[in-house]
């Protein structure tokens, strides 16, 4: 199975900051990679597919880049609701497998 | 709009069964897979395999074979999970989410899921 491995784990930061969040596959994967934002007692929550492309109704301070084996999600003006946990998926090949997630806290 | 809406949290004993439903609303159920992802207290995401809402057939991921069943109940447009001889370790929430394209066999991203159901295995 490929391997996802997200950094940091966690990071503190302020409202208004740019955060930015890694996701390194063990192989290449192209660019079949999605992002999710889950809150506390909820479900994950869709924002970024195929690397780049903005599920709709997410705002647009949510950006994703990368293709091959290393991504980014970039938060540009972080708001007090997107304070969660995020997960990277690729689904290049069975079984998709997800990160271990990256938990935006407040400083 | 697309809703996966599951059913509440169970609490059963080591040994016993548990039947998890997912009904779906919004779109035509039979056109797209339906998957089901665990997630452990405190853990991350693990993809459990999909079901093939067409045929009714089932692909599990390792480590999910002989106690997890999928099935369908098509006139309710309801997915299930079922899981025998509960164990401690599979206390869990998990969640359907449905593949949102409309091809069968590839894997693909999420969206959307379901709320979770939570299972607690306790004696």
């Known amino acids: 199975a490929i391997r996802m491995t997200q950094s940091p784990s966690s990071l503190s930061a302020s409202t208004g900051d740019r955060v930015t969040i890694t996701c390194r596959a063990s192989q290449g994967i192209s660019s079949y990679l999605a992002w999710y934002q889950q809150k506390p007692g909820k479900a994950p929550k869709l924002l970024i597919y195929?690397?780049?492309t903005l599920q709709s109704g997410v705002p647009s301070r949510f950006s994703g880049s990368g293709s091959g084996t290393d991504f980014t999600l970039t938060i540009s003006c972080l708001q007090s609701e997107d304070f969660a946990t995020y997960y990277c998926?690729?689904?290049?090949?069975?079984?998709?497998?997800f990160g271990q997630g990256t938990k935006v806290e407040i400083k | 709009q697309v809703q996966l809406v599951q059913s509440g949290s169970e609490l059963k004993k080591p040994g016993a069964s548990v039947k998890v439903s997912c009904k779906a609303s919004g779109y035509t159920f039979t056109s797209y897979a339906m998957n089901w992802v665990r997630q452990a207290p405190g853990q991350g995401l693990e993809w459990m395999g999909w079901?093939?809402?067409?045929?009714?057939?089932?692909t599990y991921a390792q480590g999910f074979t002989g106690r997890f069943v999928f099935s369908l109940d098509t006139s309710v447009s309801t997915a299930y999970l079922q899981i025998s001889s509960l164990k401690a370790e599979d206390t869990a929430v998990y969640y359907c989410?449905?593949?949102?394209?409309?091809?069968?066999?590839?894997?693909?991203?999420?969206?959307?899921w379901g709320q979770g159901t939570l299972v607690t295995v306790s004696s």
């Open positions: 195929a690397a780049s």
């Open positions: 989410a449905r593949d949102p394209s409309s091809g069968w066999g590839r894997a693909n991203w999420f969206d959307p």
């Open positions: 079901i093939n809402t067409n045929t009714g057939n089932p």
């Open positions: 998926q690729q689904y290049y090949s069975y079984p998709q497998t």
